[in-house]
């Protein structure tokens, strides 16, 4: 434990952002980092608690109180490596984890928790400007090929582990970069692409081989795949997108939002769009169905394109503006939450269904909504319209895309539709196939995903080599 009185003396002070005039002017980040004798003193608050929530609370078990306290004592390499063994990819779980951890802090009792996010992304973009994160290459190989299908968070963690073990791993990736969605999906200016670019680098280093433009089940036989490799992970996320079934839903200007996210992403990174129509929101009144994350970068990614108005409609009522702490601490409360995108101009409405959408000349004009009681009953005569000239679908995502590499596989799935397979084995019905990620748990988190990689990596490499040495 770094200062034993740091937390009566130190009062929470987190990162800030670029005023909201400067930032939506273009998709760079906009999270000012905090200069180092502030992050010392944020870590200095970390009490070192005797059970420390937050190892629970942090899906990776990220040993936050340890790394504190080395950040604490300017031993920030050593902090690094600390995080590295429980974490592939801090930078970004440092950018875009909604940081549960912080939730679970026992500081946030009284709503002061440590800035653990803050600390964790200070630390790993320290040691990549020092130098200090290079190929970790295996001293022997195993012999054993292992494929992974879909390089997203997930993908990614599980084949690091697994090359780190001697095996040699070939990534199949059906966009032409790999990522998944923190590549496709997250903006720019929540999380900058060169981050991604530079560990495929250092993945490639350590002996992973990335096959893109391959879509297995389309243009790549999945049969093939379990034929030529010893194992075969399936990480290719949850990509079904749960519609909406009104009146009006196919007039142009209706769009899933991951069709506007991926567009203006590869726009950024001046990637070739292919044979689409564009979808921008210059000059148009955007209305945002669906209140998540997704729903928080159409907001942002619609302000920096030139929208007129954007508002966000979501379903459920209006959570509380505070928590019950005594009912909800250490877990990860319901509560009300803005986010940096809402705060950028977004009018938002709570308790709302969509009735139907209706426009001029084949191109929706106007979104007719109506409002729901707290049993989410529409509620007569409280019908309303809004203008709409662009509606993007937010609610998302049912389940994995089943056509295709599922099929093929006929692998099992569970009630909810995705592929069937524990958090202990990993294994699929198939026998050398394994499943980790939203494919396999249904739409979640970033850092969920790194866990699910890492644990199905230690599995993989257990079922290859009948024991493992990889973390769990
Ligand atoms: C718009 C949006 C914003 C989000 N923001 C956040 C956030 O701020 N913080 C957070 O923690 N989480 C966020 N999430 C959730 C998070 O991105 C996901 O939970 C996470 O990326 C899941 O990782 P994954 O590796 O399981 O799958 P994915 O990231 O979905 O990656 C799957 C990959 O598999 C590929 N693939 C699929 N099928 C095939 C196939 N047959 N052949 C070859 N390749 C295939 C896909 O192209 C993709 O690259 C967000 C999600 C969305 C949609
Ligand atoms: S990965 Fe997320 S939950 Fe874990 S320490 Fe980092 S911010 Fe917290």
Request: hydrophobic content about 35%; glycine content about 10%; aromatic content about 6%.
């Amino acid at each position: 434990m770094g200062k034993v009185t740091g937390f009566k003396e130190f009062e929470r002070h987190d990162r800030k952002y670029l005023p909201v005039a400067e930032r939506i002017t273009n998709y760079n980040e906009f999270v000012v980092p905090l200069p180092e004798d502030e992050i010392k003193t944020q870590a200095a608050r970390c009490m070192d608690c005797g059970i420390p929530y937050c190892h629970n609370g942090c899906p990776v078990m990220n040993q936050i109180p340890d790394w504190n306290d080395l950040v604490y004592n300017s031993d920030w390499q050593e902090a690094s490596r600390n995080l590295h063994s429980t974490n592939n990819f801090p930078e970004f779980t440092g950018r875009i984890c909604p940081a549960p951890c912080e939730a679970s802090c026992t500081l946030n009792i009284d709503d002061n928790p440590v800035t653990i996010k803050t600390i964790e992304c200070a630390i790993v973009d320290r040691a990549w400007n020092e130098g200090w994160i290079v190929p970790d290459v295996p001293e022997k190989n195993t012999g054993k090929k292992v494929a992974v299908v879909g390089s997203g968070p997930a993908g990614l963690a599980a084949a690091q582990q697994l090359a780190r073990a001697g095996h040699a791993v070939h990534v199949y990736e059906k966009q032409a970069k790999p990522g998944g969605l923190l590549r496709y999906g997250i903006p720019d200016f929540k999380m900058s692409k060169h981050l991604i670019d530079r560990r495929v680098k250092q993945m490639e280093a350590e002996g992973v081989t990335f096959h893109c433009n391959r879509h297995v089940g389309v243009d790549t036989d999945v049969a093939e795949l379990e034929r030529t490799h010893d194992a075969v992970l399936l990480s290719g996320g949850s990509e079904h997108p749960r519609d909406l079934n009104v009146p009006g839903r196919e007039l142009d200007g209706v769009h899933f939002a991951m069709d506007f996210l991926r567009q203006q992403n590869k726009r950024v990174s001046h990637e070739d769009l292919g044979d689409v129509l564009p979808i921008l929101a210059e000059g148009k009144h955007v209305v945002v169905i669906g209140g998540g994350d997704t729903g928080s970068d159409c907001i942002g990614t619609s302000i920096r394109q030139g929208a007129l108005s954007v508002t966000q409609l979501e379903i459920m009522p209006a959570p509380p503006e505070k928590e019950n702490k005594g009912l909800s601490w250490p877990n990860w409360p319901l509560k009300m939450r803005t986010s940096s995108s809402q705060a950028e101009g977004a009018a938002r409405d709570f308790a709302v269904a969509t009735t139907k959408l209706t426009g001029e000349n084949g191109k929706v004009k106007t979104l007719h909504g109506i409002r729901l009681d707290g049993a989410m009953k529409p509620i007569a005569g409280t019908e309303f319209e809004l203008p709409a000239d662009l509606v993007l679908l937010a609610m998302g995502f049912t389940n994995p895309v089943h056509q295709g590499m599922l099929k093929d596989l006929s692998v099992s799935l569970d009630l909810r539709g995705n592929v069937k397979a524990n958090t202990i084995g990993y294994k699929t019905n198939r026998w050398k196939v394994f499943a980790a990620g939203d494919m396999r748990r249904g739409q979640s988190l970033v850092v969920w995903a790194i866990r699910e990689g890492r644990q199905a990596a230690c599995a993989i490499d257990e079922f290859l080599m009948g024991t493992t040495l990889l973390p769990r």
